[in-house]
């Protein structure tokens, strides 16, 4: 069986001496295993496009118990998120974050998407980490089929009241009416802010704004949703908290 498709490498491991065991991210065939044969050695042509973070045109090909890269070329290389350590953990994050969400064999082509034009807009740096952090949590979890149910009120149908309650445990909303023990306050404008992530179409899921104390807000929902649903823990974002403070 062979395959030609266009990957994002989420996760590189070395095997052996000079293999290289890659995880890629596809619109077509979802989370695909490969391996890269002498990817490191110092003269391989694939070295590159197979490394943490390419984007390539791939070649695989099946063998009785893997995929082997046949042949890539890069089509973006992602350079700029080495520009600081902050956003190349943060990158790695997300990276860890799109395999929890994706699957096997199972078309990702929104969460292909979602990952690239997060990586994108990291490398330019005119979006606050924060924002960036919050909307690819919120809508990896609706891709990974754990969106939260924020339309209205979970207890009475209310559709907004100033202030609101999220709780970041169901993924549910309540008015200041029916606050729920446990639940976080927050005003309607991260409400709305959340709406939009979750609904919006995929090309204008970044275009809003929030104060630095709402996006701060939204950013911990989106981390505390995140963590709650996906049931375990994330080492470059225990190490990104630990950069951020």
């Known amino acids: 069986m062979r395959i030609t498709t266009k990957g994002l490498v989420i996760k590189e491991q ?4 000079s293999d290289r065991l890659v995880t890629l991210l596809t ?7 490969a391996f890269v044969r002498r990817a490191k050695q110092v003269k391989s042509r694939m070295a590159s496009a197979t490394s943490l973070f390419a984007y390539s045109n791939v070649n695989l090909y099946r063998t009785r118990d893997a995929f082997v890269v046949d042949d890539a070329s890069p089509i973006e290389v992602f350079f700029d998120l080495r520009r600081n350590i902050e956003t190349l953990t943060l990158a790695q994050y997300f990276a860890q974050l799109a395999f ?6 199972q ?4 969460l292909l998407r979602l990952t690239l034009n997060s990586l994108h807009l990291l490398c330019k740096g005119e979006k606050e980490h924060a924002l960036i952090k919050a909307v690819f949590e919120f809508r990896a979890d609706c891709l990974g089929g ?12 209310t559709y ?6 999220f709780d970041t445990l169901e993924g ?3 008015c200041e009416n029916c606050p729920k023990a446990g639940a976080v306050p927050v005003p309607k404008t991260v409400i709305t802010a959340i709406r939009f992530i979750c609904l919006t179409e995929p090309t204008r899921i970044f275009s809003f704004n929030l104060s630095s104390n709402n996006l701060e807000l939204l950013s911990a929902l989106a981390e505390k949703y995140t963590l709650s649903v996906t049931q375990r823990s994330f080492s470059a974002l225990e190490f990104y908290k630990s950069l951020k403070g």
């Open 100 to 105: 929890e969400m994706g699957a096997e064999e």
């Open 14 to 17: 070395t095997t052996g001496e």
């Open 107 to 110: 078309p990702c082509e929104e």
């Open 146 to 157: 754990y969106m939260p149910s924020v339309l209205a009120c979970a207890n009475c149908g």
């Open 160 to 165: 907004e009241t100033e202030l609101m309650y």
């Open 172 to 174: 549910k909303i309540y």
């Open 27 to 33: 619109a077509d065939y979802g989370i695909v295993k």
